[in-house]
């Protein structure tokens, strides 16, 4: 397994077009378990292959079901690549968050996000808590820290650091995902 901190590169894999998301959060998990950045190109065509995704056609983007997703990468693998096998995967709690990251590298989860009081940006401080701000996008991340205090997640190949409050407050589920063959 690879530090997150010595990650030079995330996947961003379309999801700054598409809402490919959940693709993107299982394929930074697989970056943390050392394999390699998959071009935009990959993710897309896994989206075509599972979700029906045709970049042509904007009616067919639609965002993912992760729970679908894993058992789709379980039964078949990665459409590129086969062999990228899920061989569990399993909901887990916030407090098992940091044990699942110990063993699996990175945790895909995924949160509703609020919005800026503007509504410009998304809102990851506590400020939206403090203003009782509403989730209002569905998003998945790879969560690749929990100090016990913050957590920290992959989002559109940045790191954010969000409190343990908001993530209580906005995310909805985080999994433990176990890939085959896969040291």
Not at 46 to 63: F, H, M, P, W, Y
Not at 80 to 85: A, E, G, H, I, N
Not at 95 to 124: H, K, N, Q, R
Request: with cysteine; aromatic share 12%.
């Amino acid at each position: 397994m690879i530090n997150w901190h010595d990650v030079p590169e995330w996947v961003m894999g379309g999801n700054d077009e598409f809402g490919v998301c959940a693709f993107v959060s299982c394929a930074n998990q697989l970056v943390l378990l050392g394999q390699g950045v998959m071009g935009p190109g990959e993710v897309l065509n896994a989206a075509r292959v599972i979700e029906g995704l045709n970049t042509q056609d904007r009616s067919t983007d639609k965002g993912e079901n992760m729970e679908a997703l894993f058992t789709y990468l379980k039964a078949q693998g990665w459409p590129s690549d086969p062999t990228l096998k899920i061989w569990d995967w399993s909901p887990i709690d916030t407090p098992d968050i940091a044990a699942a990251i110990a063993e699996c590298g990175g945790v895909p989860a995924w949160c509703m996000l609020p919005m800026t009081e503007d509504g410009s940006d998304y809102a990851f401080d506590n400020e939206a808590l403090f203003r009782g701000a509403a989730g209002k996008f569905a998003h998945a991340v790879c969560i690749v820290e929990d100090d016990g205090r913050d957590l920290s997640f992959v989002t559109w190949t940045r790191i954010q650091k969000v409190s343990r409050s908001w993530w209580e407050a906005y995310g909805r589920q985080a999994y433990k995902v176990q890939w085959t063959d896969i040291v």
